[in-house]
């Protein structure tokens, strides 16, 4: 299984952004999918995910209510829409898929795509 992720990118705080993040070489609804970032000198952090069929999502609490994950598993993609984008959102964004098709916990990921960076200018 391999991950590819798109769509980063330079924007103004307020602005939005769409991240794309296709699978290859399996099907994406036995996965849970989700999104995770990092800044440079900190740890990967958990960003979103969501159940194998998009029915159950989960949040961190400091992108609830601007960030929107969706699936789109007939043609294996899953996206994370990013509304009202601040300086704090600047990092580097990666997809991830989980064995385990009802995993929203992050550790329940277990393959990743190479990152998309994403820059908040204020």
């Known amino acids: 299984v391999q991950l590819q992720a798109s769509g980063g990118g330079t924007v103004q705080a307020g602005g939005s952004l769409r991240l794309s993040c296709a699978l290859f070489?399996?099907?994406?609804?036995?996965?849970?999918a989700g999104w995770f970032r990092q800044i440079p000198g900190q740890e990967r952090e958990f960003v979103a995910a969501t159940v194998w069929a998009g029915t159950a999502k989960r949040y961190a609490d400091s992108v609830k209510g601007r960030f929107a994950i969706s699936r789109d598993n007939d043609n294996n993609m899953c996206y994370l829409q990013m509304t009202n984008l601040r300086p704090g959102d600047t990092a580097v964004y990666y997809c991830?898929?989980?064995?385990?098709?009802?995993?929203?916990?992050?550790?329940?990921?277990?393959?990743w795509g190479q990152g998309t960076q994403v820059t908040v200018s204020s």
């Open positions: 991830a898929a989980s064995s385990h098709p009802y995993g929203l916990g992050p550790q329940d990921f277990n393959y």
């Open positions: 070489g399996g099907t994406f609804s036995s996965y849970a």
